[in-house]
């Protein structure tokens, strides 16, 4: 029951905070719309940004979960790498559509944002460097600071979220799946050079 109750408040939390922002939704609001007394939400919530961050928190977990089930394939790890930066774009892009869009409130305050990531970031990177260990052991991948690396390559698609989400570069002549395949392979293989021979400009 408890946690059915917690879950309920941040459903209908989110739920809220998609359709009228989340400066314009108070806690009566959420209590209110989840037929709870307002004493029923503080019983598990101290304030909104307490259940603003179990919302971020629900909606990074799905995002990891699905990341997870990517590392455990069994599959090369360059096929695991570009797998799991394909997955991490399409979900950035469905949480995004669920909660309302880049025009939010949310979107806009850039310090929202970065608090939200912190909280993603470092699990995140663990994830990423399981598949880079693995490739270095394999002798696929050549990195010195295996820790850096994860890391880097963690915040690199960070800052591709907003691009890839509203789709903007595609202004410049790169469609969202081109970006996805100029990323993996700047990453797989840096700018020395391509192993592949096809032409990228033409996919």
């Known amino acids: 029951m408890v946690s059915k109750t917690r879950e309920r408040f941040i459903e209908v939390a989110r739920q809220l905070f998609a359709r009228k922002g989340v ?18 939400i503080y019983t598990y919530f101290k304030s909104k940004r307490d259940i603003f ?9 799905e995002l990891l979960g699905r990341l997870k089930k990517i590392i455990e394939l069994d599959l090369s790890p360059e096929e695991k790498l570009r797998k799991y930066i394909d997955c991490r774009f399409e ?5 995004v559509s669920r909660n309302g869009s880049l025009k939010a409130g949310f979107f806009r305050d850039v310090r929202k944002v970065d608090r939200a990531r912190k909280l993603i970031t470092d699990k995140e990177s663990h994830l990423l460097k ?4 693995e490739g270095a052991k394999k002798g696929v991948f050549h990195i010195r600071d295996i820790d ?11 800052g591709l979220d907003v691009p890839y989400v509203r789709d903007n ?3 410049e002549g790169v469609t969202q799946e081109q970006l996805k395949t100029y990323i993996t392979r700047l990453i797989l293989y ?3 050079g ?10």
């Open 53 to 61: 961050n179990a919302v971020i928190a629900t909606e990074t977990d």
């Open 148 to 158: 850096a690396a994860s890391l880097v390559i963690t915040h690199t698609l960070h």
């Open 23 to 40: 400066e314009n939704t108070t806690m009566n609001d959420i209590a209110s719309a989840s037929a709870k007394g307002r004493r029923t």
């Open 169 to 171: 570069i595609s202004k």
């Open 91 to 95: 979900t950035m892009s469905e949480i």
């Open 130 to 133: 399981e598949v880079l260990e």
């Open 194 to 203: 391509d192993p592949e021979k096809e032409n990228t400009s033409t996919e």
């Open 190 to 192: 840096g700018i020395q």
